[in-house]
Nanobody, 121 residues
């Protein structure tokens, strides 16, 4: 299972780090990704990290968000800086054997349950 946490309410311009802890999988064998879904909008790819730590980002968050992983803790993180009200969404972590599946197909074999992030203006 994938368990995302750390969501909450933050003011515009603030920062937040959301972790996603993985259990029941060999974490180091999977590429990990973060997605979000805002109210009334489609799910959006944000970032992916390969098994080897290579990262990929959506253009919309590239300069503000950072994905990282800690294999010893089976955890992937999304560091979000300079948050904007339009970043308000439910954030989901995902795992797949293929980073390109996450990045280009925007699908995954495993999904977390999501954590809600609200950015106030």
């Amino acid at each position: 299972q994938l368990q995302a946490s750390g969501g909450g309410l933050v003011q515009a311009g603030g920062f937040l780090r959301v972790p996603c802890t993985v259990s029941g999988l060999t974490f180091s064998s999977y590429a990990m990704g973060w997605f979000r879904q805002a109210p009334g909008k489609d799910r959006e790819f944000l970032a992916a990290i390969t098994r080897f730590g290579v990262t990929y980002y959506a253009a919309s968050v590239k300069d503000r968000f950072t994905i990282s992983r800690e294999n010893a803790k089976s955890t992937v993180y999304l560091q979000m800086n300079s948050l904007k009200p339009e970043d308000t969404a439910i954030f989901y972590c995902a795992a797949d054997e293929s980073w390109s599946q996450l990045r280009f197909v925007q699908s995954a074999r495993y999904w977390g349950q999501g954590t809600k992030v609200t950015v106030s203006s």
